[in-house]
T-cell receptor, first 114, second 111 residues
């Protein structure tokens, strides 16, 4: 069975500082990996996805993520955080076999200090 | 935004009553999903559908049923609501490539 671990429940960074959100997955075959963002009271919006190829993936809003197979990780990064980035971030893993549904981590809530 | 509409957006119901949540899409996507979101648990899959009348269970399906009689509609029914089903429910759709588009959610409170 596939699973996702987001070790950090809550992170606070200062505006302008760099950000890294951790994601570790467990899956036997090649995973398909996603990062979603959720603003308060909203649905989830896709930030970026990894299917294959280049292990460094660029997304929207200046985010990027790096797939590291040896570490079973897919960490999300941003070089300079803006106050509008405050939200909850979810990592997810899926497969193109079976039910084709995403398995989500428990999320990391990002707070941005002025 | 993908054409996904969830209704109602908010509902308060009493323990033991049946409740039906509706998800309507205009994207003609084959796959539809119901997730629940609870603090500390992220999103957990309740049921999903891979076509009209084709549905299957997710990890937390006990106490829930679904139906999909048309491509565009996916209904989630709580057969007899319990307080543990107080949650935010999200519908999602996908063409099958795993990229999921989410609705705005339904906040359900069972009192």
């Amino acid at each position: 069975a596939q699973s996702v671990t987001q070790p950090d429940i809550h992170i606070t960074v200062s505006e302008g500082a760099s950000l890294e959100l951790r994601c570790n997955y467990s899956y036997g075959a090649t995973p398909y990996l996603f990062w979603y963002v959720q603003s308060p009271g909203q649905g989830l919006q896709l930030l970026l996805k990894y299917f294959s190829g280049d292990t460094l993936v660029q997304g929207i809003k200046g985010f990027e993520a790096e797939f590291k197979r040896s570490q079973s990780s897919f960490n999300l990064r941003k070089p300079s955080v803006h106050w509008s980035d405050a939200a909850e971030y979810f990592c997810a893993v899926g497969a193109l076999t079976g039910r084709r549904a995403l398995t989500f981590g428990s999320g990391t809530r990002l707070q941005v200090q002025p | 935004d993908a054409g996904i509409t969830q209704s109602p957006r908010h509902k308060v119901t009493e323990t033991g009553t049946p409740v039906t949540l509706r998800c309507h899409q205009t994207e003609n996507h084959r796959y539809m999903y119901w997730y629940r979101q609870d603090p500390g648990h992220g999103l957990r899959l309740i049921h999903y559908s891979y076509g009209v009348k084709d549905t299957d269970k997710g990890e937390v399906s006990d106490g829930y049923s679904v139906s999909r009689s048309k491509t565009e509609d996916f209904l989630l029914t709580l057969e007899s609501a319990t307080s543990s089903q107080t949650s935010v429910y999200f519908c999602a759709i996908s063409s099958g490539d795993l990229e999921a588009f989410f609705g705005q959610g339904t906040r359900l409170t069972v009192v």
